[in-house]
């Protein structure tokens, strides 16, 4: 019985772009235009518009690595910057302190003694799954670790689900996915799989929630 977890909102909680670092308002736009112009880069003075608006014309539910849309953001407004300086002001402006939700460790025993466990989340910020796995220390605790950004669509794309199937070896009609987000998760039913919303049940109450005989 293979079990796959999205990871924030449902195994951890973060909070990023915190006003303690300078920046006054904690807006992902106005975080990632504090790191742009530590790195020298030229912030338009329309920038949260820019930030907000679409620049690159991709297909539906497809996933925009965010260093990609800060970007082409800029260069709307005239603004060429380096793609490492661009990079590294995301990922720092996505910097997150991390805390896990209760149950996680009893959640990821339930599962792991029934079969392979995943990991599939949405996340478009570069590094921020692995440093939130660490932070939460939970690196290690997955079979296969798949992302929106990595895979190139997002929940409830088929795709991520797909794929993280493919990495457990397992078909995407038996994956139990165990997520926050009725929509973005409960794509796994489309593919003939099963929906745990831990709205509904929380992480401490998993185990009863999966049935089914442990195998190992």
């Known amino acids: 019985m293979p079990v796959s977890f999205d990871l924030f909102g449902t195994l951890v909680t973060v909070s990023t772009a915190s006003p303690t670092r300078g920046v006054a308002d904690a807006s992902p736009a106005a975080a990632v235009a504090a790191e ?11 920038w949260a518009t820019a ?30 910057a380096s ?19 209760p149950g996680v460790d009893a959640a990821l025993d339930a599962a792991r003694r029934r079969g392979p466990i995943g990991l599939c989340s949405n996340c478009s910020v570069p590094e921020l799954v692995p ?34 199937a493919t990495e457990l070896g397992v078909d ?18 489309a593919l003939g799989g099963r929906f745990v919303d831990v709205n509904e049940t929380p992480l401490t109450e998993l185990d009863d929630a999966l049935g089914g005989e442990p195998c190992r």
């Open 36 to 46: 742009l112009r530590d790195r020298g880069v030229a912030v338009p003075a329309d």
């Open 51 to 80: 930030y907000r608006t679409p620049h690159l014309d991709v297909p539906e539910a497809a996933e925009i690595p965010l260093p990609a849309h800060v970007a082409a953001a800029l260069r709307s407004r005239g603004v060429e």
């Open 83 to 101: 793609d490492t300086a661009v990079r590294r002001a995301v990922i720092a402006a996505f910097d997150p302190d991390v805390s896990r939700r």
């Open 131 to 164: 440093r939130t796995l660490v932070r939460a220390d939970l690196r290690g605790a997955f079979d296969a670790v798949v992302t929106s950004a990595a895979c190139g669509f997002r929940k409830p794309h088929p795709c991520p689900f797909e794929t993280l």
């Open 172 to 189: 995407p009609a038996d994956l139990i996915h165990v997520g926050d987000d009725p929509e973005a998760d409960g794509g796994i039913e």
